[in-house]
């Protein structure tokens, strides 16, 4: 749930809801996100991620590393950026989770592939928490008994993480962690 050097009073109401629940329990160290949602940071995703701005990445580059460097600097975990499935990918033209992890120390690893699946952005709370995970491990030996950090632009529900965790975690990895951008 959480690494030892964080506090209980650093958790999230999140944190502790997906702990009480035994087929969530366990599955991530911690989450990290540099900047909580408002108006304005909706708008700069929205050209980000659906306006096709790619370039508007490197706005987030100081922050985004910094926070990192403070979090993972002593002991790198594997970089893995949430995949998109093919359908998303071709729409946007890329992947914002992976421009994302492209910004930090190391090479990003795609070790998570995606199936077609609706969008996310235009569900509720409870039908993002409800739906079937989208995500699967195509090389189970690549993150077996690995330290993984999963990279995405925005938590939500954390449903995602949690999803690419759970996979990840059956596929043998030992410790998961995920760093987003957002955390609304």
Not at 30 to 42: A, I, L, T
Request: charged share 30%; proline share 4%.
């Amino acid at each position: 749930m959480v690494a030892p050097e964080n506090r209980v009073e650093d958790l999230c109401s999140d944190c502790f809801r997906w702990e009480e629940d035994p087929s969530t329990a366990g599955l991530l160290q911690q989450n990290r996100s540099v900047y909580h949602y408002n108006d304005h940071m909706k708008e700069v995703l929205a050209i980000y991620k659906f306006r096709g701005d790619a370039v508007l990445v490197q706005v987030f580059r100081k922050a985004f590393h910094q926070t990192f460097e403070a979090t993972w600097s002593k002991d790198l975990p594997i970089l893995v950026p949430i995949p998109l499935s093919t359908d998303r990918k071709y729409e946007r033209g890329f992947n914002q989770s992976l421009l994302l992890a492209e910004l930090l120390l190391g090479n990003p690893e795609e070790l998570l592939s995606k199936t077609n699946s609706e969008k996310q952005s235009k569900k509720a709370r409870k039908e993002r928490m409800e739906r079937e995970n989208t995500f699967y491990v195509p090389d189970p030996e690549a993150v077996k008994d690995k330290r993984i950090l999963l990279i995405d632009d925005i938590y939500t529900t954390g449903t995602t993480v949690r999803m690419a965790a759970k996979v990840l975690k059956d596929a043998g990895a030992k410790d998961i962690y995920s760093y987003t951008l957002v955390r609304s």
